[in-house]
């Protein structure tokens, strides 16, 4: 199956960053957000979207916001969602774990890291 990826970060050099790890493991469609209530946005326009991407820190909106949001919307609840963030204390992780992220990367990751992750979530 296809994927479509949205990929939220405030940072227009992290999108690019994993954008660029995307298609280099093999992936070409994206759609890109500055922050959480974009996020949301774009996936209400866009419903051929069909993983999620995000940063936790953001203005506006937070990846963990974002996540909840997702999350309690019937017509995105399923959502695979993968959490690339700085943060990495053990507090942090069980948070976001808890507002069901799929699973969870922290920053600096290697092309190998963030492919080993989406594989997971999308073999469960």
Known sequence: MNRKFLVVDDSVTMR???VNTLKSIGYDQFVEAQDGKDALDKL???TEINFVITDWNMPVMSG???TKAIRSA????ALPILMVTTRGV???IVQALQAKVSNYVV???TPQILKDKID???SN
Do not use: A, Q
């Open 74 to 77: 019937d017509s995105t609840k």
């Open 90 to 92: 053990k507090e942090d």
């Open 16 to 18: 690019r960053i994993v």
């Open 64 to 66: 963990l916001e974002l």
């Open 120 to 122: 997971l979530i999308l």
């Open 107 to 109: 920053k600096p990751f």
């Open 44 to 46: 209400v326009s866009d």
